[in-house]
T-cell receptor
Framework: DAKTTQPPSMDCAEGRAANLPCNHSTISGNEYVYWYRQIHSQGPQYIIHGLKNNETNEMASLIITEDRKSSTLILPHATLRDTAVYYC????FGGGADGLTFGKGTHLIIQP | SAVISQKPSRDICQRGTSLTIQCQVDSQVTMMFWYRQQPGQSLTLIATANQGSEATYESGFVIDKFPISRPNLTFSTLTVSNMSPEDSSIYLCSNNRGLTDTQYFGPGTRLTVL
């Protein structure tokens, strides 16, 4: 799997949009971008994933650049409960037999 | 999304003993995965467990230390053997679901070894 680079920490004010960047410059054509978060030692929670088109679900939006070398996870109206470590992971399509390779992630702190 | 449960949720164990962690999934899955998260660190894959065959271990993890069972398509166990304080970690299981094999995680087992 390709490696990803994320800032170690970010702050965001409650109620504002939180934009979390991720660089994956060596991503291959068949690799998806996945985002997970981990709230204080709980199991990681799946947020969203995408291949090349922007994606949106009830939790977040994922914006992938046209060259696919970077992406941004957007939490549109951050709340205190969104404070967590956010992991950006790339993984090949059809990698059902493969575990995930976690980097250090971004510790997002939502400020009241 | 999958419903994955783990038992125990936490335990405190003595050095030299062993602990078996159970992972139950609410529907049949082919692959299950076990991860370790040491204090302040990210998750590291221990092994992949496929029903009916021996688990496949990642570099740095061996079967004698972390034996895994996978007796059916909804259940797996991980044993942490001959524990030392360095084994104090959160242990998590996971499985893949859906067309793109999105991976879902259990709540984790927090292990403290004294």
């Amino acid at each position: 799997d390709a490696k990803t680079t994320q800032p170690p920490s970010m702050d965001c004010a409650e109620g504002r949009a939180a934009n979390l960047p991720c660089n994956h410059s060596t991503i291959s054509g068949n690799e998806y971008v996945y985002w997970y978060r981990q709230i204080h030692s709980q199991g990681p929670q799946y947020i969203i994933h995408g291949l090349k088109n922007n994606e949106t679900n009830e939790m977040a939006s994922l914006i992938i650049t046209e060259d696919r070398k970077s992406s941004t996870l957007i939490l549109p109206h951050a709340t205190l409960r969104d404070t967590a470590v956010y992991y950006c992971i790339v993984r090949a399509f059809g990698g059902g037999a493969d575990g995930l390779t976690f980097g250090k992630g971004t510790h997002l702190i939502i400020q009241p | 999304s999958a419903v994955i449960s783990q038992k125990p949720s936490r335990d405190i164990c003595q050095r030299g003993t062993s602990l078996t962690i159970q992972c139950q999934v609410d529907s049949q899955v082919t692959m299950m995965f076990w991860y370790r998260q040491q204090p302040g660190q990210s998750l590291t894959l221990i092994a992949t467990a496929n029903q009916g065959s021996e688990a496949t271990y990642e570099s740095g993890f061996v079967i004698d230390k972390f034996p895994i069972s996978r007796p059916n398509l909804t259940f797996s166990t991980l044993t942490v053997s001959n524990m030392s304080p360095e084994d104090s970690s959160i242990y998590l299981c996971s499985n893949n679901r859906g067309l793109t094999d999105t991976q879902y995680f259990g709540p984790g087992t927090r292990l403290t070894v004294l």
